[in-house]
């Protein structure tokens, strides 16, 4: 499986790109997540807009240049049926989006289900931790939101996943791997042990790769968001102690790519 850093080609290339387009990202995320997602996007050039105030779904999707869908927004106040309008627009427009499935399989039913039923509107990108990506298969899920599985563990569900969902499947972890319909692998190292230590990390990634996903095809924004947050990372833990600096430092760096 090939590697994908910050210096690859292509992932210069979108950022490039990302930062002289500016594109609109529409999302739906969790209170907890919205500040950090914002400002990730913004740090790399995007304009995001979030939440769901009447009208937005109906709308946003339609001319925004990417979407992104956390199935934790349903602690925010959005409804099920504000999730489904989002996807079901951006589908009938044409618009590429993201699906993070946060908390599948962890043990409630009725969530679970109407995450999947989101499914038939097609996500471009299905970003997740290893529990859920092992979940959305039919398989083990974690404790909350938390993983009880390595990404190393769920290589193989990445890829027959992707086949079946005709998506790109993304797994985080300390190791990253991305697949996609056609049978692309890579991964993606790097990183900090703190990151998983600031809330939103995990939700703001899917931002990311929706900011990506508006100006390249799916698999080129996978690895570009994936490789910016393991640069970012990384280079924001060598410069601080603790983890509200580093989550200081991590958007800095991600504003310095």
Wanted: glycine residues 12%; aromatic residues 6%.
């Amino acid at each position: 499986m090939e590697t994908t850093t910050i210096e690859s080609p292509e992932v210069q290339a979108a950022i490039a790109s990302l930062r002289d387009t500016a594109p609109f990202v529409y999302g739906l995320t969790n209170y907890v997540a919205a500040n950090l997602s914002a400002n990730v996007l913004l740090a790399l050039g995007a304009g995001p807009a979030i939440g769901a105030a009447p009208g937005f779904t109906a709308s946003f999707p339609a001319g925004a240049g990417a979407v992104w869908i956390n199935g934790a927004a349903l602690m925010s106040s959005v409804t099920p049926e504000a999730l489904e309008e989002a996807a079901a627009t951006a589908h009938k427009a044409g618009t590429p989006w993201v699906f993070d499935p946060v908390a599948i399989g962890a043990g409630a039913t009725e969530y679970d289900e109407i995450l999947k039923s989101l499914l038939k509107y097609k996500p471009a990108i299905i970003r997740g931790n290893a529990s859920e990506i092992s979940a959305l298969a039919g398989g083990e899920g974690g404790s909350g939101v938390d993983s009880t599985l390595d990404s190393s563990e769920v290589v193989d569900t990445v890829k027959q996943l992707a086949v079946r969902l005709d998506a790109v499947v993304a797994v985080s972890g300390q190791v990253d791997y991305l697949c996609d319909p056609a049978g692309r692998a890579t991964s993606v190292e790097g990183g900090d042990a703190r990151m998983p230590q600031v809330t939103g990390t995990g939700c703001s990634l899917g931002a990311l790769s929706a900011g990506f996903c508006a100006v390249t095809d799916p698999f080129t924004a996978a690895r570009a968001a994936h490789a910016a947050f393991a640069a970012a990372g990384q280079r924001a833990g060598a410069r601080t102690a603790g983890t509200g600096s580093f989550a200081v430092a991590f958007v800095d760096e991600l504003s310095a790519l």
